[in-house]
C-alpha cells in the first residue's frame, strides 16, 4: 500500500527544486499534492507532470512571507481537502554574505521568507491539524543551522530560526497528536546551485561544481529525490515514534568532516 495512501500533503515551494521533488515522491505515494509557490509557471507544469504520472495535485499561487496570502491558501486547501494531514515547510531563499557586507535590506529579505514564512504557515497548518485531531510537519532547515559555513550570516540566521521552531512546535503540539521535525540537508544539487555557479564563476563552472560537491564528506551533492525520501520517511506513519528531531541528509558534512 502506497505510505501516503488518502492524505492531503502541502509542500510549498513545491515548483522546483527539493520541493518538486518531494511532490512527485508524495503524489507516487498516494497523497494529494498542494503545491505553494510564486511561480505560476512552474507549478502549472509541475501539476500537469504529477497528474500525467496518475497523481493528485493542486496549486496555488501563495507568497509564504505574506501572512494573508498564506491564511488565504491553507483555508482554501482545507475547504476543499476536508482535512490537512501533512504540511512541509520547504520555501525559501538563499543569501551569500558576512556580518559586515550583507545589508538590512537583504537580511530582513530572507527572514520574511525563510523565519516569517515558517512561522505563517505553522500558524494556519496547525489551527486546523489541532480542530482535526493531528497531523504531521516536516521543516526544511539545513546543516547551517548547527554549523557554520562561510559567507552564510542571513541564511545560517534563518534555518537556525528554522530548527528552534520545530523544537518548539514539536513540543508544544505533542498532546494533540501532532509530530513536528526537520531536514538538515548539506550542499542539494538544484537549479539554485547551477545558477549560483554561473554567476559568480563565469567560465570555471565544471571546477567550481566539483570543488563545491567534494567539500561534502560523501565526495558529492545530493540529488533532490535523496531529500525527498527522507522527507518521505518523516511524514509517513512508520515514523510514528519521531518528533521534535532535527535529521541530517548531508553526506557526512556534521559528523566526519
Do not use: W
Not at 515522491?25 to 504520472?53: H, K, P, S, T
Not at 498532546?175 to 549560483?196: E, K, M, S, W, Y
Not at 520517511?233 to 548531508?250: H, K, M, Q, R, W
Amino acid at each position: 500500500m502506497p505510505k501516503l495512501e488518502s492524505k492531503t500533503a502541502i509542500v510549498t515551494g513545491g515548483a522546483s527544486g527539493i520541493g518538486l521533488a518531494i511532490a512527485r515522491l508524495f503524489a507516487r505515494e498516494g497523497a494529494a499534492v498542494e503545491i505553494l509557490d510564486r511561480n505560476q509557471d512552474e507549478m502549472n507544469r509541475a501539476v500537469e507532470e504529477i497528474r500525467a504520472g496518475g497523481g493528485q495535485a493542486h496549486a496555488s499561487l501563495c507568497d509564504v512571507a505574506d501572512n494573508s496570502s498564506v491564511q488565504s491558501a491553507i483555508d482554501a486547501i482545507h475547504a476543499r481537502a476536508g482535512r490537512i494531514h501533512i504540511l512541509v515547510n520547504n520555501a525559501g531563499i538563499a543569501h551569500v554574505g558576512n556580518a559586515l557586507n550583507t545589508t538590512p535590506e537583504d537580511f530582513e529579505r530572507v527572514q520574511r521568507v525563510n523565519v516569517f514564512g515558517v512561522a505563517n504557515c505553522l500558524r494556519h497548518g496547525l489551527k486546523h491539524m489541532v480542530a482535526d485531531g493531528g497531523g504531521v510537519i516536516l521543516n526544511l532547515a539545513s546543516c547551517v543551522s548547527v554549523m557554520a559555513i562561510n559567507d552564510r550570516f542571513a541564511y545560517s540566521t534563518s534555518k537556525g530560526a528554522v530548527l528552534a521552531m520545530t523544537y518548539a512546535v514539536a513540543k508544544d503540539f505533542l498532546n494533540h497528536n501532532i509530530r513536528c521535525n526537520a531536514l538538515l540537508p548539506g550542499r542539494v544539487h538544484t537549479p539554485f546551485v547551477d545558477g549560483f555557479i554561473a554567476r559568480n564563476y563565469p567560465g570555471r563552472e565544471a571546477e567550481m561544481f566539483d570543488k563545491l560537491s567534494k567539500a561534502q564528506p560523501i565526495g558529492r551533492m545530493a540529488e533532490p529525490d535523496e531529500i525527498a525520501y527522507a522527507a518521505l520517511f518523516l511524514c509517513s506513519d512508520e515514523a510514528a515514534f519521531i518528533t521534535g528531531t532535527g535529521l541530517p541528509v548531508d553526506g557526512g558534512t556534521l559528523t566526519i568532516r
